[in-house]
């Protein structure tokens, strides 16, 4: 089965619209972390968005935001206020144990997001 | 503070041939990852490198193999060189232990092969 399943190949929001990219994942892990990535057409992986298992609140850094809903093992990216820059893949990942035993990533297929003028 | 280097950026080979990459992490990371992205298989693990020890290793054949140095900068290795092996290589560092989380990419070396 696999880890971390992005259901949404490709995604189109007009800008300044939030829009929101879904992530779930399995894992039997007590402990374990989500990440969220962009990537550009340039390539590289720009970290987003950071959510602990064990994080009571969902995660936020400026525009983006984590809905954690653990008991649904969801883990789904809102970005507000969309802008031309933010068009671009984006990737949900998964870190099973903790940050001190090991740094595997898993990822899921990703999602193209589109911003529209 | 200087993000996560990778050399060369891009790299062309013909089959057979083997290439070394170099991953430099951030300063006061000591732990290197490995990943192979390929639009057919997506994001792989290829490996993890801590206190110049492998500590993790994905699904990949012994043609790839990799090493870490005492100042934390990393190496991976593709011996004889498949047409399938063209790809996307990237590397991340991150500190370990206690509330590190966050794991940072290089900008990837995008190899060729012919």
């Known amino acids: 089965a696999q880890k971390i399943t992005q259901t949404q190949p490709g995604m189109f929001v007009q800008e300044k619209e939030a829009v929101t990219l879904d992530c779930t994942y399995d894992?039997?892990?007590?402990?374990?972390?989500l990440f969220w990535y962009k990537q550009p057409s340039s390539g590289e992986m720009i970290f987003l968005i950071y959510q602990g298992s064990y994080d009571e609140q969902n995660a936020t850094e400026g525009r983006y935001s984590l809905n954690f809903q653990k008991a649904r093992k969801s883990a789904n990216l809102v970005i507000s206020a969309s802008q031309l820059g933010d068009s671009a893949m984006y990737f949900c990942?998964?870190?099973?144990?903790?940050?001190?035993?090991?740094?595997?990533?898993?990822f899921g297929s990703g999602t193209q997001l589109t911003v529209l003028p | 503070k200087a993000g996560v280097t990778q050399t060369p950026r891009y790299l062309i080979k013909t089959r057979g041939q083997q290439v070394t990459l170099s991953c430099s992490p951030i300063?006061?990371?000591?732990?290197v990852s490995w990943y192979q992205q390929t639009p057919g298989q997506g994001l792989q693990f290829l490996f993890e490198?801590?206190?110049?020890?492998?500590?993790n290793k994905g699904n990949f054949p012994g043609r790839f193999s990799g090493r870490q140095f005492s100042n934390s900068r990393s190496e991976m290795n593709v011996s004889t060189l498949e047409l399938g092996d063209s790809a996307l290589y990237l590397c991340?560092?991150?500190?370990?232990?206690?509330?590190?989380?966050?794991?940072?990419f290089g900008p990837g070396t995008r190899l060729t092969v012919l």
């Open positions: 490198y801590f206190s110049e020890t492998q500590r």
């Open positions: 894992t039997s892990d007590q402990s374990y972390g």
């Open positions: 991340a560092s991150s500190l370990v232990g206690g509330r590190a989380n966050e794991q940072f």
């Open positions: 990942a998964m870190r099973e144990g903790t940050s001190g035993s090991a740094r595997q990533l898993t």
């Open positions: 300063s006061g990371h000591r732990s």
